[in-house]
């Protein structure tokens, strides 16, 4: 299991919170996540990254089906469209979103190397 995690000290983190404009900031959101991972810190096979460059998807992968949700401008990811795609054909919409979120991963760096007060 994977967690790709917008960086909260990043500057496209803060350009999202300016943009949401909510009370419910995205670095507190993130700060909520990384407290629920750290309850599974020792269990193997979780692993979790931070990605400084793209906080605007979320995509909840089973094998060959994803819940995808571009998050919109302006709009919190609650208010944004949510898809539900399915692997039916090479290079599609599914390969093409599962290798977006690979090229994402291979760029985050582990959430573990992070101290409680932001970047090591």
């Known amino acids: 299991m994977r967690f790709?995690?917008?960086?909260?000290?990043?500057?496209?983190?803060?350009a999202r919170e300016a943009e949401e404009g909510v009370p419910l900031t995205l670095s507190t959101r993130i700060a909520v996540?990384?407290?629920?991972?750290?309850?599974?810190?020792?269990?193997?096979?979780?692993?979790?990254?931070?990605?400084?460059?793209?906080v605007?998807?979320?995509?909840?992968?089973?094998?060959?089906?994803?819940?995808?949700?571009?998050?919109?401008?302006?709009r919190v990811g609650h208010d944004s469209p949510m898809m539900h795609l399915r692997r039916r054909q090479a290079d599609?919409?599914?390969?093409?979103?599962?290798?977006h979120v690979?090229?994402?991963?291979?760029r985050g760096r582990d959430i573990r190397e992070e101290g409680r007060d932001g970047p090591a």
Not at 4 to 14: F, N
Not at 66 to 74: D, E, K, N, S
Not at 92 to 99: K, L, P, S, T
Request: overall charge negative.
């Open 102 to 106: 690979e090229e994402l991963w291979s």
């Open 92 to 99: 599609g919409m599914f390969d093409r979103f599962a290798a």
């Open 33 to 54: 996540t990384l407290s629920e991972l750290e309850k599974l810190r020792d269990v193997n096979g979780v692993e979790g990254r931070f990605e400084t460059g793209h």
């Open 4 to 14: 790709l995690i917008g960086d909260p000290s990043s500057p496209v983190t803060a």
């Open 56 to 74: 605007n998807l979320s995509v909840f992968r089973f094998d060959d089906e994803m819940i995808v949700t571009p998050i919109l401008a302006r």
